[in-house]
């Protein structure tokens, strides 16, 4: 342990890659499923089954998979993505699919009455969506995107499979330099563990919060 206490610093600093790839690929995948969500729920089918083959495919897919054909495919069509931002890309667009069915469970729990009575003022599709639907949509998503947010968290662990020293691959390699497995994975273990926890404390929060502007 003594040996854990004089390198804990390359272990919070894995621990910083891992809430940088959180909080930057949850943000994308929201706008993602956002959009996803309404094509869903949209008027226009092609727009509707093109998004329902997204989530199909993305759902039904291993993350490691995703994470492997975003880092190893963009150079191949000639895009250069540091590795740091393909990961990000990768999750954002996996956890997007699931986002995409928070959406359109939440816009469906938005009452027809109120749609309809935005539809005989007048508003067309975009307004109804952007003015009465979505934000009381939102509201109702507090708690599933919490879970979401901390499932990203844990997925980023799979960001070391990739060359990415995240908090796993920080453990990883704290190991191989160090040989000291038990420790290193177990502090590894309670930073996930601090970061699930103070995020679900933080989504709570918010679903009380959002709960009393109803």
Known sequence: ?????????????????????????????????????????????????????????LRNAPLLLVLVMVVFGLPYVGATVPLFGSVVLGLGLYFGAYVCETVRSGIAAVPTGQIEAARALGLPFSGVLRQVVLPQAFRSMAQPLGSIFINVCLASALGAAVGVQELTGSARQFNLDHAQPIPSFIAAAIGYLLITLTAGQLTGVIERKVRIRR
């Open 1 to 57: 342990m003594s040996v854990l206490f004089d390198h804990i610093g390359e272990l919070l600093t894995g621990l910083l890659v891992t809430l940088e790839l959180a909080v930057l690929a949850f943000p994308l995948a929201v706008l993602i499923g956002t959009v996803l969500g309404v094509c869903r729920v949209g008027p226009i089918a092609p727009l509707r089954a093109a998004a329902g083959l997204y989530v199909q495919c």
